[in-house]
DNA sequence: ATGGCTGTTATCCG
DNA sequence: CCGGATAACAGCCA
């Protein structure tokens, strides 16, 4: 499940960890998971790079390198997304490698490793994708006025538009729907119409930074679980030892996988729908419009 | 056991 | 250009 929530809890993780080490050797098991080179010359352009840091825009995780090669204070940027199931950690050498491992960096002491199931997520040097995102949604100066703009143009559903990474960068299927259920807004209403009515959009920006900000929140407070075997019982990585009983943790979502159970604020039966062939959830009385 | 579902997005096509 | 459909893939669940 990582959308930007997932992902800045992931880059607080591996940020600490990496910063500062020195990537000795990589081996690629999975050539398609990384652009846009072969293995070989990836692997050349990473082996003697320092990690300066870890950070994330968008989905993003963004690796800052620096390369023995290259001028002092000079820097390369290298690209991680996660896809739908993909995971990142540092493990001990004695720890076998994951099934699913796409690649592993030695780091001398212990491994960093990129595992993915389903195979969507990659690795790049390409950066080209950073300037096609739109804004976070989190920063402090919001474009409210852009996001109305580019709102206006469509006349496709909103739901739709809020996946769109251009118009505003990290929201994903579980957080659009959240947010437009705590914004009271009908997912299936169009873009145009959700723009020409200013309370339902400031009402719309208020819930998206506030549904992002929550779950930050509420990962941050849980242990990450990392063992190869262990069911992420639909909490991304998030281990739920000692939080399994904790309302933060069981009501974290108010709509998202919840078709036919009662809506926490009017017991009205969540419904299903599909839109651009992805599952949106909504009450269909707190979201009449 | 088979078929339908799954958190993403690049790319193709009309 | 826009928007819809598809593909990339494996596992889980009914």
Redesign the pocket.
């Known amino acids: 499940?990582?959308?930007l929530p997932e992902v800045e809890i992931l880059a607080r993780y591996l940020g600490p960890v990496l910063s500062g080490r020195v990537i000795q050797q990589a081996e690629v098991l999975y050539p398609?998971s990384i652009r846009p080179w072969t293995p070989k010359r990836w692997i050349s352009n990473l082996v003697g790079c320092r990690i300066l840091s870890v950070e994330r825009r968008?989905?993003?995780l963004v690796f800052r390198l620096h390369s023995p090669s290259s001028n002092p204070g000079s820097e390369t940027l290298l690209l991680g997304?996660?896809?739908?199931?993909g995971r990142m950690y540092v493990q001990s050498l004695k720890d076998p490698l994951p099934?699913?491992t796409m690649l592993w960096w030695d780091l001398r002491q212990d491994r960093f490793v990129y595992e993915d199931?389903?195979?969507?997520g990659r690795m790049s040097f390409d950066t080209e994708?950073l300037s096609?995102l739109g804004p976070e949604p989190l920063s402090k100066e919001f474009p409210f006025q852009i996001f109305q703009e580019k709102l206006r143009?469509?006349?496709?559903?909103i739901k739709?538009r809020l996946?769109d990474?251009s118009l505003l960068a990290g929201?994903?299927?579980?957080y659009a729907s959240e947010a437009l259920h705590i914004a009271g807004i009908s997912p299936f209403r169009s873009?145009q119409s959700v723009a020409g009515d200013d309370s339902s959009l400031r009402a719309l920006v208020q819930s998206i930074r506030s549904v992002l900000q929550k779950a930050i929140r509420v990962g941050e407070r849980l242990p990450l679980e990392w063992n190869p075997g262990a069911?992420?019982n639909?909490?991304?990585y998030y281990g739920t030892q000692g939080v399994e009983s904790d309302p933060s943790v069981l009501e974290r979502f108010q709509v998202y996988d919840r078709f036919g159970l009662p809506c926490r604020r009017c017991r009205t039966p969540i419904q299903?729908a599909?839109q651009?062939?992805?599952?949106t959830f909504y009450c269909p009385q707190c979201q009449s419009a």
């Open positions: 499940m990582p959308e398609r968008a989905k993003f997304h996660l896809g739908m199931t099934k699913h199931v389903r195979r969507f994708a096609e143009g469509s006349k496709q559903s739709i996946l990474q929201l994903g299927n579980i873009s069911r992420s639909g909490v991304f299903r599909v651009g062939q992805r599952s």
